[in-house]
């Protein structure tokens, strides 16, 4: 696929020079003429794109892995009657229905589900159809992904100095909440 994709930039950018067609053969490259400019224009443009399109198919997978992670703890509120177990001996249980599980009225967990539907879907949006990144609408994902870093960052302070009990599930989605900002930010 790579290679269909290299080629056809090559032949983009060799038509846009009027220069012969650019073949590539494995990692050698063989050409006729001078590419000049337009290859290396096209070039550019399609790493641009593949840097972009791994970082936000990054972005979608860590989202959804965060929605997964809210979406089991908000199942196992409602639905089952058991303690939550947590893999790194923590008492989730204790956390996730503690004073602090709601923010304003809302389930903590619910406002995970939209967060990270919202980012998931924003992302996606911005792979299929790059006319959606405008600077609105990147700004507004980027000031969710901040908000939920920061209140990500408030919830484990809880945790540590108001609870003094550790709910893995929640560190595993501060911790995704963190990289979802980094990676939106830096990349």
Not at 82 to 88: A, G, K, R
Not at 154 to 161: E, G, H, I, K, R
Request: some cysteine; proline content about 2%.
């Amino acid at each position: 696929r790579r290679r269909r994709l290299w080629s056809a930039a090559a032949v983009m950018a060799a038509e846009a020079e009027n220069t012969n067609c650019i073949l590539f053969t494995g990692k050698t490259c063989k050409t006729h003429k001078n590419p000049g400019r337009g290859f290396y224009v096209g070039l550019c443009a399609i790493i641009i794109f593949m840097i972009n399109a791994s970082s936000s198919v990054i972005i979608i997978f860590l989202s959804f892995a965060g929605f997964l992670i809210a979406f089991y703890i908000r199942h196992h509120k409602k639905n089952v009657k058991e303690v939550l177990v947590c893999p790194l001996r923590a008492n989730c249980d204790t956390v996730i229905h503690s004073d602090y599980s709601k923010f304003l009225g809302i389930p903590v967990e619910i406002l995970g589900i939209l967060y990270y539907g919202l980012i998931a879907v924003s992302y996606g949006l911005f792979i299929v159809l790059p006319e959606t990144a405008t600077s609105s609408t990147l700004f507004f994902v980027h000031s969710a992904s901040a908000l939920a870093f920061i209140f990500s960052i408030y919830l484990t302070l809880v945790q540590a100095f108001a609870l003094k009990n550790w709910c893995t599930w929640c560190i595993v989605s501060a911790v995704i909440s963190a990289s979802i900002f980094l990676i939106s930010f830096l990349g």
